[in-house]
């Protein structure tokens, strides 16, 4: 029969596996740059976030028209960023001047990962099972 030092580790070892957070499927965010009322002190700082993000990088750039636009982007230079929009049909890459740019928000693909926060989970709560389980057939066992 266990001792009382044994049951107390197998209940200590049981209430830190369900206590703790296992598993984590957040992804970094960026918080995007957006100019402001300061004039173009607040547009330099957004032209140079821009000329800092990789060619190729999923893009939402908000305009003063009010339309946004969603694509990759492909070149940003001091004057102007050149994005290629992402539709389902093909379209003309665009070209937007720097002063028309209220923001620039970097966007993960895929989307929402919703499957991988499931499939996270599940195996995180299996995992605590089977821990808690052998803790008790360790300490109940002999």
Do not use: W
């Not at 369900?18 to 300061?38: D, E, K, Y």
């Amino acid at each position: 029969m266990p001792g009382p030092f044994t049951r107390t580790m197998a209940l200590l070892m049981c209430a830190t596996v369900l206590t703790t957070g296992c598993a984590s499927t957040g992804a970094m965010r960026v918080n995007p740059v957006q100019p402001t009322a300061a004039g173009s002190a607040g547009r330099d700082v957004l032209t140079e976030y821009v000329q800092k993000l990789p060619p190729g990088s999923a893009v939402r750039v908000d305009r003063a028209s009010g339309r946004s636009v969603r694509g990759t982007l492909l070149k940003a230079t001091t004057q102007s960023l050149f994005v290629q929009p992402k539709t389902r049909l093909p379209e003309p890459i665009v070209e937007i001047p720097m002063d028309q740019v209220l923001s620039v928000i970097p966007e993960t693909r895929g989307g929402n990962h919703i499957g991988r926060a499931i499939g996270a989970g599940a195996a995180a709560g299996a995992g605590a099972a089977l821990v808690i389980f052998l803790v008790i057939v360790a300490a109940f066992g002999d």
